[in-house]
């Protein structure tokens, strides 16, 4: 089973700052297999990154996702107000169990 | 547009039973898997169960295995999961997503979600 293990758990930042999330799994995720998600209090979760590095359909550019192996990133270049949430990373390139990481709440400081 | 608007949620006491329904409109329902990921209050995610587009293959999740079961009914672009025996554990707003790949192989991730269903299991 691969655990995913999100760091920061807590990132605080500033309007216009960038940030940077990391996901790094206790195993190799095959094919860059590993997706991210946005989660905004009593919302639906929103799939802005698939396959490592590709954007989701109307995701903005300022999102964008890197990595392979063990380690993955996403980075957010700008931050604008609707950024501020909590962030999930999720891997499908091994077998179940399916699992996300524990999420990087991402707050305005 | 994608859609997808569970109901069903309700506060049931613990070894009763509830059923969760998710209606989806926006795309050809018939030509998608579907997954239940639920949420435990304060918590991350945890993947539930999913099922194919014909319903031939269903899987679950070892934590509700036996206890829940996943249908779907593609005349009425909805989504199911009745859930059995249910424990405190089992608290959490349930969201359906659309799924793509194959969570039988692990290699599933999921486009599109609901906003969930409340459900909670207390004496």
């Known amino acids: 089973e691969i655990v995913l293990t999100q760091s920061p758990g807590t990132l605080s930042l500033s309007p216009g700052e960038g940030a940077t999330l990391s996901c790094r799994a206790s195993?190799?995720?095959?094919?860059?297999?590993l997706a991210w998600y946005q989660q905004k209090p009593g919302q639906a979760p929103r799939l802005l990154i698939y396959g490592a590095s590709r954007r989701a359909t109307g995701i903005p550019d300022r999102f964008s996702g890197s990595g392979s192996g063990t380690d993955f990133t996403l980075t957010i270049g700008r931050l604008e107000p609707e950024d501020f949430a909590v962030y999930y990373c999720q891997q499908y390139g091994s077998s179940p169990p399916i699992n996300f990481g524990q999420g990087t709440r991402l707050e305005i400081k | 547009e994608v859609q997808l608007l569970e109901s069903g949620g309700a506060l049931v006491q613990p070894g009763g039973s509830l059923r969760l329904s998710c209606a989806a409109s926006?795309?050809?329902?018939?030509?998608?898997?579907m997954s239940w990921v639920r949420q435990a209050p304060g918590k991350g995610l945890e993947w539930v169960s999913a099922?194919?587009?014909?319903?031939?293959?269903?899987f679950y999740a070892d934590s509700v295995k036996g206890r829940f079961t996943i249908s779907r009914d593609n005349s009425k672009t909805t989504v199911y999961l009745q859930m059995n025996s249910l424990r405190v554990e089992d608290t959490a707003v349930y969201h359906c997503?659309?799924?793509?790949?194959?969570?039988?192989?692990?290699?599933?991730?999921?486009?599109?979600w609901g906003q969930g269903a409340l459900v909670t299991v207390s004496s």
């Open positions: 926006g795309f050809v329902f018939s030509d998608y898997a």
């Open positions: 195993q190799s995720v095959s094919s860059s297999s």
């Open positions: 099922i194919n587009s014909d319903s031939t293959s269903t």
């Open positions: 997503a659309r799924q793509l790949g194959y969570c039988s192989t692990g290699s599933c991730y999921f486009d599109f």
